[in-house]
């Protein structure tokens, strides 16, 4: 029995041994897989600086102040329909405001972005490695940029695999403009040669002339934009007074004022998106995710 038990772990010993000397692949992790609404709010969460927030908190957010709204509205007013109407307001205005910095940010970024990529290019020439020259701009880099770069630099020197820490930093900093350039530092790394420097001076230059045309264009047609939310606000703000007196919103309390209310939230809602799809500017999409 002594020597079945010796011959048994002898030979799982060998076993272990062989195993060891073929090289293990690595798992890959999951992917995750978001529906194109949770991606969005992701995204924009990220770019509106808001990155301990995710899109779960976001919509409970929402839920509470549609609550909360609704609930207040009902003793106001005691006007169901109404305060229907200005909970759903409420439970839109989380998402309304994290969207509103987030392209507020982009906006400042567009701005940004080239001085970044000049930094990189300004290490890469003087001799930096690619790691290298992207951490420094957590030092040398513009200020709403060194945080992401930070958290980059600390990725690094802790794993030492540079793909893996360029894709955290595109989700830390969820920007179509970023995605360019991890990818093109990226295809430098695998693939080698000497134009990167040329590419990034292309690429900063293109940069500047994308932001510069962007900001006349979004100048000239802010007015547009301007007018549809006074537009939307001005009917809501007369029905808001209008609501600080009970008896005078009583009429609402019918099917007739319900069916009012629902043909002006709806016509109200598709003229905005018109507007707003007419006068701003289609956002860049991050193709590169």
Not at 78 to 105: E, K, N
Not at 277 to 288: K, S, T, W
Request: aromatic share 8%; net charge positive; proline share 4%.
């Amino acid at each position: 029995m002594t020597g079945v038990v010796i011959g048994a772990l002898f030979g799982g010993g060998l076993f272990l041994l062989w195993w060891s000397m073929w090289p293990q692949e690595e798992r890959e992790a999951p992917a995750r897989h978001d529906n194109k609404v949770l991606r969005r709010l992701r995204d924009e969460l990220a770019q509106a600086g808001y990155r301990g927030i995710g899109p779960a908190g976001l919509l409970a957010a929402c839920a509470i102040a549609f609550f909360l709204v609704f609930v207040t509205g009902v003793a106001l007013t005691r006007v169901p329909s109404i305060a229907l109407c200005f909970a759903v307001m409420a439970g839109w205005a989380p998402v309304a405001v994290v969207s509103m910095r987030a392209r507020s940010r982009r906006a400042h970024l567009r701005d940004l972005w080239p001085d970044a990529v000049d930094n990189v290019t300004s290490a890469v020439r003087a001799g930096l490695a690619l790691p290298e020259a992207l951490a420094q701009l957590s030092v040398r880099g513009p200020e709403e940029l060194r945080p992401a770069f930070a958290e980059f630099a600390s990725d690094y020197r802790t794993t030492g695999r540079f793909n893996d820490c360029l894709d955290r930093l595109k989700d830390r900093l969820a920007d179509p403009v970023g995605d360019r350039l991890v990818e093109s530092l990226r295809i430098a790394r695998e693939v080698g040669g000497s134009d990167l420097g040329s590419l990034l001076r292309t690429l900063s230059t293109f940069l500047r002339e994308d932001a510069r045309t962007r900001s006349e264009l979004e100048t000239r047609q802010s007015w547009t934009v301007n007018a549809a939310r006074l537009a939307v606000a001005a009917p809501w703000l007369v029905l808001a007074l209008l609501s600080t007196r009970p008896e005078s919103v009583q009429a609402y309390n019918t099917s007739s004022g319900v069916l009012v209310l629902g043909v002006g939230a709806a016509t109200t809602f598709i003229a905005y998106r018109v507007m707003v799809r007419i006068g701003r500017l289609p956002e860049e999409e991050r193709v590169l995710r």
